[in-house]
């Protein structure tokens, strides 16, 4: 079966057009770099017009096409406004839920604050988009939805209470968006990454631990079996194909990408 697809390469996407929630930094701009290379037209919805403008200006250096729009996605005023306004000049093909915070601390440390904020932006987020993107996509016959869940989801996290609470609701909204749609030709999937070596985690070593940065790097990483934290470059490379038509017969499936941590420890 010869196809324009096939003549390019695998896990192409010309002409598709994608949404990246959170996609100005770390795993969210691995993933809209790797779907822009890949052919896609990348739409990148960051809290921060000027991060998702320096993205979309480091895509294009790359060769890739995007495009840069400042968003809350925790705010349902603001992604109704902001996708509404995409999807009257475009067909979204792709969307990724990928924005999110962490939460650290237990169910007795943890402040109702924290709680609430960390479910505005990783729970509530990908209900907002979802519901904003999904009547387009049955009207045009289809489309894939992606969502960032976490190995937190279902493996016992120490002092990651709200975080796991997010990420299981993450999970269970994937399965059922797939279910609900299966019948619109629109697949939902879900990633579960382990630790992954961002911006984020050095970030976070040097405002907890300053002058043990090493050290505590060192023991982030072991505590995959495979010895090291993943690179967002391979979480883009499973999304990037978990979106392409070559997975067309995956649907409802969440994906661990954690270096043995689910199933070797």
Known sequence: MHSDSAKLGKFRLDGRSAIVTGGANGIGFAIASAFALAGATVHIVDLSLDAASD????????GGSAKGHACNVAVKEEVDRVFGD??????IHILVNNAGIAGIGRVDTTTAEDFDRVFQVNVKSVFHCTSACIGSM??????VILNMASISASS?????????????????????????????????NAISPAR??????????????????????EKLSAAQPIGRMGEPEEVANLALFLCSDEAGFL???????????VNLR
């Open 196 to 217: 992954v070596h961002t911006g984020f985690v050095d970030g976070y070593l040097a405002k907890n631990y300053p002058g043990k940065e090493a050290e505590m790097f």
């Open 55 to 62: 993205a979309v200006q480091r895509i294009a250096q790359a």
């Open 86 to 91: 995409l999807l009257t000049r475009e067909r």
């Open 138 to 143: 049955v009207k045009a016959g289809g489309g």
């Open 251 to 261: 649907t409802g499936v969440d994906y661990p990408l954690d270096g043995g941590f």
């Open 156 to 188: 016992g996290l120490e002092d990651r209470f709200s975080y796991s609470m997010s990420k299981g609701a993450v999970l269970s909204m994937t399965y059922s968006i797939a279910r609900d749609f299966l019948k619109q030709n629109i697949r939902c």
